[in-house]
DNA sequence: ATGGTCGGCAACCGA
């Protein structure tokens, strides 16, 4: 079967029901992945998701910060949070979909929001770009992020690193900018590596070709301008490597009233 | 070189 995957920093899921609404009206994709939904889990609009077609919820929410959530079409079996850091934040959620969900093989489905950074890339000056390098470290050293290599695992996510020369508008002006420093992309690298995860979206549309999935609220023309860095990724086990057949990046959704400053990155892979 | 904008939630913090 056609399996399509939809990743998505929403930026507070309740201020954008109606464009998640929209979008998943038109893209119908089976797993829904949000990050940012900056909502506690007793406030999250189920049953919006539920006339949407979104029956099965795996949530991680807390009040006001970061929260991600996996939402299905089909069932899944096991749900697991991951912490990283010591630190109670709500970045990580995953999903097993098995037999329920019709498959003999189960797909792990993990779904990331790794910390920004801050402004700083000096971790003995800034906490937050220190936080950020640890968290990417123990991504690379977690045991639940390396799937074997005949196990079929998704990992998505806002992972807030633009790792290549062509996922920034300007490698040159972006070098010493939190996100696509040299050390942050090291540390992305390394931990996709230890995983023997595969860049799916880079697999599909290699370099030099720009890959964009965040403009800043910040720039007063985002499209003219299109100072865009790819943020968010989808990531498959080996596994799940030929696989893919499209990605679909929905930047017109930049472009909605009040939009992210992230739009939609929708996978299709052959399961 | 600098400041520019969002969202949560009621001060600023985080992005």
């Given amino acids: ?21 929209k979008f998943v009206k038109a893209a119908r994709p ?3 992945c949000l990050q940012e939904t900056k909502c506690p889990d007793d406030a999250f609009p189920l049953k919006r ?3 949407l077609g979104y029956d099965h919820v795996a949530l991680n929410g807390q009040k006001g910060y970061h929260g991600v959530v996996v939402l299905s079409r089909l069932p899944f079996e096991q749900v697991d949070v991951q912490s990283f850091c010591g630190k109670t934040d709500c970045r990580h959620v995953s999903a097993v979909f098995g037999e329920r969900a019709g498959f ?3 797909i792990t489905v993990h779904n990331f929001y790794v910390p920004a950074g801050g402004d700083i890339p000096d971790p003995t ?4 770009f220190a936080h950020k390098l640890a968290f990417l470290d123990e991504m690379r050293t977690s045991e639940k992020l390396k799937p074997a290599p005949s196990e079929r695992a998704i990992l998505v996510g806002d992972l807030n690193v ?7 508008w300007s490698h ?4 010493r900018v939190v996100s696509h420093t040299p050390i942050e992309c090291e540390k992305l690298n390394a931990a996709r590596k230890a995983g023997g995860w595969i860049d799916t979206m880079r697999v599909l549309a290699p370099e030099p070709e720009k890959l964009y999935t965040w403009w800043s609220y910040r720039a007063a023309d ?12 989808i990531w498959t086990s080996d596994a799940l490597a030929d696989r893919a057949s499209t990605i679909k990046i929905a930047k017109d959704y930049r472009g909605a009233v009040r939009p992210s400053d992230h739009v939609p990155v929708t996978a299709t892979l052959e399961v």
């Fill in 1 to 21: 079967m056609k399996l399509t995957l939809t990743s998505w920093n929403i930026n507070s899921v309740r201020l954008r029901i109606d464009l998640v609404a």
């Fill in 30 to 32: 089976d797993i829904l």
């Fill in 49 to 51: 998701f539920k006339r």
């Fill in 104 to 106: 003999r093989d189960p």
């Fill in 125 to 128: 000056v800034n906490p937050k």
């Fill in 162 to 168: 633009a790792p290549l020369e062509h996922d920034v």
């Fill in 172 to 175: 040159k002006q972006m070098i």
């Fill in 222 to 233: 985002w499209r003219i301008a299109d100072r865009g860095r790819r943020l968010d990724h």
